[in-house]
């Protein structure tokens, strides 16, 4: 191999190392934090959904939650999947 293929596939290398370590792992990182926050979830909580309703959890079940959205006691099954956060989310996230 000459220099010049060398640095070619150096670069790539470290390009490659800069990619994982500025997406992939942070992003994986993430998962497993909303994973871990999803599974020690319980009843008296208070969550936010995914698509912005806030709620007090009522019933923990396998692959789902019920919550109770205001003081008329209405109530709500969700998939566990779509909690975005625990305690109420006051402001906007933007990415």
């Known amino acids: 191999m000459d220099a010049n293929m060398l640095g070619t596939v150096g670069m790539l290398v ?18 497993k934090e909303l994973a871990k926050m ?28 019920v919550i109770e959205t205001s003081a008329d006691r209405v109530r709500i099954e969700f998939a566990k999947w779509a909690i975005s956060t625990k305690g109420a989310q006051t402001t906007e996230t933007t990415k």
């Open 14 to 31: 470290v390009m490659l190392a800069i990619f994982y370590f500025m997406l992939i792992r942070p992003e994986n990182k993430k998962k």
């Open 38 to 65: 999803r599974s020690e979830l319980a009843v008296g909580d208070e969550i936010t959904t995914i698509g912005g309703i806030i709620g007090t959890i009522c019933a923990v079940k396998e692959e789902s939650i």
